[in-house]
């Protein structure tokens, strides 16, 4: 029961986790009886299951572990792997995004020219935030701050 997510996408974790579980149920089934006696049992086993997988999820899923976690009575076991696959499907429509800003907010940018040539002209301004010519910090509209949701106070 210490199977953990690792490099797997949670679908298959979640596959292998119900895997092991059906495995244990065959070895150590619930007794059935008509009183509805097993059903708190079966309420109990339900939450554990939950706590286990999302207990094994990685660290990067961690805000919507806690936002599960938070929910009162706990959600069953599907819909908190729908609610955790949604979020590992969104993030890696995000992460491309944000990778592509990382690499260009890294590439080198030109510097802005000096002279008689440029006096007067809105080139020769230089942001000191994106280090973009034709503008100034103050009016910084930087594409990738608006693609990747900077607030414009931040700058």
Not at 62 to 73: E, T
Not at 84 to 108: D, N, W, Y
Not at 126 to 132: D, G, K, T, W
Not at 146 to 153: A, D, E, G, S
Request: glycine content about 6%; some cysteine; proline content about 8%.
């Amino acid at each position: 029961m210490s199977l953990t997510q690792g490099s797997l996408p949670v679908s298959q974790y979640f596959t292998k986790l119900k895997i092991l579980w059906e495995e244990l149920n065959t070895f150590k089934p619930l007794v059935s009886c008509s009183c509805g006696g097993v059903k708190p049992i079966q309420a109990f086993l339900d939450q554990e299951y939950v706590m286990l997988f999302l207990m094994g999820l990685n660290e990067n899923l961690a805000n919507v572990q806690s936002q599960i976690l938070l929910s009162d009575p706990l959600s069953p076991i599907g819909k908190v792997f729908s609610l955790v696959l949604q979020e590992e499907k969104q993030r890696a429509l995000t992460s491309p995004i944000q990778h592509m800003a990382f690499a260009v907010k890294q590439s080198p940018r030109p510097t802005a020219p000096s002279g008689p040539k440029t006096k007067g002209r809105k080139d020769h301004l230089l942001c000191a935030h994106c280090e973009l010519l034709g503008h100034t910090k103050d009016k910084c509209y930087c594409p990738m701050d608006i693609l990747l949701n900077i607030p414009r106070t931040s700058l």
